[in-house]
């Protein structure tokens, strides 16, 4: 049976690592939530062999020759990698995806979190609703959202808790959710629930989810080295964690996309390669 890689990420660097998969023979799946850092460049002058195109343009390109030599886009956001008996699983939106390696190729992600934040991750803070709103069922529980990109996450909590809504940035909330006004700025403990602070309010829930379009590397797979903000790795584009590599501007600068292209490539062939030394 064909080996299976997840990549994170369809920017320069995800596309090169799937095409280069897909020419060993290995299954790609390639999963991106909202547009990378090339897709914001309005001209790319320096990479070979595409003149004259906006980022928008060259990225819609390595995409259509990725999908060509059969690589499977989703449109979904990476929550959590975890390490298997047999290889690792992706949690990937509200579907798990089983796989032998993953490549990380995520780009830069830039996420301010809340004061008290990180000290209560699993302990009435949770970034995913699919995975602990059943521990909550019959409670109250809090969404925070960045942005209106949950709404499937919000009908759900909505028909097992009673869930208040508060907004990183402006959007529309979902329907028949009591919704805040203000914009939420910390978070305390507070007698075993969380109670959220906005603007001059405050309230406690039994959980909060706090629902963002990026998952910080250390809430997508626990246990990374860093090298600072950037993900640690070898030449051969490995990172920390046996069987996962990493590529593109996520391991730091400088940010260019045929630098990131040569990564994917890279990082692909080492990958290639752990799957054969470890069939
Ligand atoms: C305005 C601007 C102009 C630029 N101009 C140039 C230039 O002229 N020349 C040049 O060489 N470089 C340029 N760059 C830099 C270049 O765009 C980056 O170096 C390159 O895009 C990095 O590629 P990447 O694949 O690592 O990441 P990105 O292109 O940032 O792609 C990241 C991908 O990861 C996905 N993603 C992130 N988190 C998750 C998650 N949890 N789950 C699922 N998917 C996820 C995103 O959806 C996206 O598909 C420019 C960048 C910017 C912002």
Request: include cysteine; charged fraction near 20%; proline fraction near 4%.
């Given at each position: 049976?064909a ?42 002058d320096?990479?070979?062999?595409l ?74 803070v ?21 942005d ?18 508060y ?73 920390s ?25 890279t ?13």
């Open positions: 049976m080996k299976h890689g997840v990549i994170i990420g369809a920017g320069p660097a995800g596309c090169s690592a799937a095409m280069t998969l897909r020419m060993r023979n290995i299954d790609a799946t390639i999963l991106s939530w909202g547009e990378g850092a090339l897709c914001k460049a309005r001209r790319v320096n990479y070979p062999g003149p004259e195109m906006s980022g928008a343009e060259m990225n819609a390109v390595f995409r259509r020759q990725a999908e060509g030599m059969g690589a499977v886009f989703k449109s979904a956001l990476a929550r959590y990698v975890q390490k298997t008996r047999r290889g690792f699983t992706v949690l990937a939106g509200e579907e798990m995806l089983s796989c032998d390696t993953v490549i990380l190729c995520s780009g830069i992600g830039r996420i301010s979190r809340l004061a008290g934040e990180d000290a209560l991750v699993g302990q009435g949770s970034y995913c609703a699919t995975c602990d709103g059943m521990l909550y069922r019959g409670g109250s529980v809090a969404v925070i959202a960045q209106g990109s949950f709404e499937e996450d919000v009908r759900f909590l909505q028909g097992i808790c009673r869930v208040d809504y907004m990183e940035k402006p959007h529309d909330a979902p329907g028949g959710v009591t919704v805040h006004s203000d914009r939420p700025q910390a978070l305390r403990a507070e007698g075993g629930r969380v109670t959220v602070i906005a603007g001059q309010e405050e309230a406690s829930y039994d959980c909060v989810f706090i629902l963002r379009p990026a998952v910080a590397l250390s809430m997508l797979l626990p246990g990374l080295e860093m090298n600072g903000e950037a993900v640690r790795v070898d030449e051969n584009m490995a990172t964690v046996p069987g996962v590599f990493a590529a593109g501007d996520i391991v730091g600068a400088p940010y260019q996309a045929a630098r990131a292209v040569g990564q994917g490539n990082a692909a062939l080492a990958a290639a390669r752990y799957l054969s030394d470890n069939a």
